[in-house]
Nanobody
Framework: QVQLVESGGGLVQPGGSLRLSCAAS????????MSWYRQAPGKERELVAT????????KYADSVKGRFTISRDNAKNTVDLQMNSLKPEDTAVYYCNAMRDLGFLRRTYWGQGTQVTVSS
């Protein structure tokens, strides 16, 4: 029942833009910190961006800061990642993540991943 469904990935030229979307079902994202991760072949999964459930500021990896923007729409139960000025090194599988830390229990959900390829 709990599910994160991603969309928006694809092939784009360097300098182009993509908007990734993550639609949640089975839970409400308002209770969760939402993040985007990415993983390229042979590389570690890395945190790209995080938006807290309430309060606090968004956080970005240095490599994407100024180019990517994470946002949430709690009414629609969705999280987006606007990706501008894309570079070949942004090529990776991008994963949506939801996390809630209850102190005694950390609950986390993952999306299926969507491929982003930046190439000329």
């Amino acid at each position: 029942q709990v599910q994160l469904v991603e969309s928006g990935g694809g092939l784009v030229q360097p300098g182009g833009s993509l908007r990734l979307s993550c639609a949640a079902s089975g839970f409400t994202i308002s209770n969760y910190a939402m993040s985007w991760y990415r993983q390229a072949p042979g590389k570690e999964r890395e945190l790209v961006a995080t938006i807290p459930s309430a309060g606090g500021s968004t956080k970005y990896a240095d490599s994407v800061k100024g180019r990517f923007t994470i946002s949430r729409d709690n009414a629609k139960n969705t999280v987006d990642l606007q990706m501008n000025s894309l570079k070949p090194e942004d090529t990776a599988v991008y994963y949506c993540n939801a996390m809630r830390d209850l102190g005694f229990l950390r609950r986390t959900y993952w999306g299926q991943g969507t491929q982003v390829t930046v190439s000329s």
